[in-house]
């Protein structure tokens, strides 16, 4: 076995590109199969609906930095709001390096707190991830749930499924038995264990917030594709379910930045049961551009607002 581990990482970068490559090959595959459907297409984008999905995933953004900084205060990490809000986003674009690794380290680089337990932002941070997927998977049940309806949603029925899933949730997320599984999870991954020291209120605030995040993140796609294609708010959690898997794999496809190439692959798979391939293709690369653009925005109102306001604020402070 440990064999195996060190001829892993000692080719590990030829593997993930022999890895990259493969998408790329059958992502090609797919467009040049499509390709007279691409070029005979007739599209038009709605700016309107396009600007709603930017603005509404710009708000996503802001609730998922607070709970970031509600995590750290919750771990009785010593930092400012402010402080906390730079950290989240100015990591933000770390992602897109390939390991994820350097969101962290930008959020540790950027909290500059000499006295700040590196530890603790590395557990504030997987907490974080947890949760993530947590709210990832709770509305990815929700959209198999309507799968297995095979009709129209209606929304009475998913009421008992929905409680369902809440109360799972509310179980997982208990303090210990979420610090046993993430600790065994991360004792696999040889890495070391973490404290989560907070109470169920604390993770269940997190756990609401991240919810609440994915959910409006969940209305900027249906906006987005509204922009493109014809959808009805019926095809709501359709749609965020599609963009929750899409999300998880991104997350999970650590030999990719931020799932590049798989992302795609299994969006215009997805969305392929609802739109036509050829547009699916478009919407899958369209997609990852105009969520970098919106990450590209946020960091520099943040940078703006930094240096003509909280610069002055701290300097005085």
């Not at 007739?42 to 509600?70: D, K």
């Not at 995590?71 to 010593?78: A, D, E, I, N, R």
């Not at 020291?197 to 249906?222: C, E, N, Q, R, V």
């Amino acid at each position: 076995m440990d064999k195996l581990k060190k001829l892993i990482s000692r080719y590990q970068i030829p593997i993930k590109i022999a890895f990259l490559a493969v998408l790329v090959y059958f992502l090609g595959k797919l467009i040049v199969r499509n390709w007279q459907e691409l070029i005979r297409y007739q599209f038009s984008v709605n700016i309107s609906f396009l600007l709603y999905s930017f603005l509404i995933g710009i708000t996503s953004y802001l609730f998922q930095s607070i709970a970031w900084y509600i995590t750290l205060k919750k771990m009785k990490v010593p930092i400012s709001f402010l402080e906390g809000m730079r950290g989240w986003y100015y990591s933000l674009l770390g992602k897109y390096i390939p390991g994820r690794v350097f969101q962290l380290l930008g959020r540790v680089y950027f909290i500059k707190k000499q006295k700040i337990n590196r530890k603790l932002i590395g557990a504030g941070y997987i907490i974080e991830t947890v949760m993530g997927l947590f709210s990832a998977s709770f509305f990815i049940l929700i959209f198999l749930i309507y799968l297995i309806q095979k009709k129209e949603m209606i929304y009475t029925r998913i009421i008992f499924p929905l409680i369902f899933l809440l109360a799972v949730c509310v179980i997982l997320i208990q303090p210990s038995l979420l610090e046993y599984i993430i600790n065994r999870i991360l004792k696999i991954l040889k890495k070391e264990p973490i404290r989560i020291k907070m109470h169920f209120s604390d993770l269940f605030i997190l756990l609401t917030l991240a919810i609440t995040a994915m959910g409006i993140y969940g209305f900027s796609f249906y906006f987005f594709i509204k922009s493109f294609w014809p959808v009805t708010i019926s095809s709501y959690f359709i749609l965020i379910g599609s963009f929750c898997l899409y999300s998880i794999i991104n997350i999970l496809a650590f030999f990719s930045p931020n799932g590049l190439g798989i992302g795609e692959l299994s969006l215009i798979y997805l969305l392929g049961r609802m739109l036509p391939t050829s547009l699916a293709i478009i919407i899958s690369i369209a997609l990852r551009i105009f969520i970098l653009l919106i990450e590209i925005a946020t960091v520099g109102i943040v940078l703006l607002l930094d240096n003509l306001f909280f610069k002055t604020r701290r300097e005085k402070g």
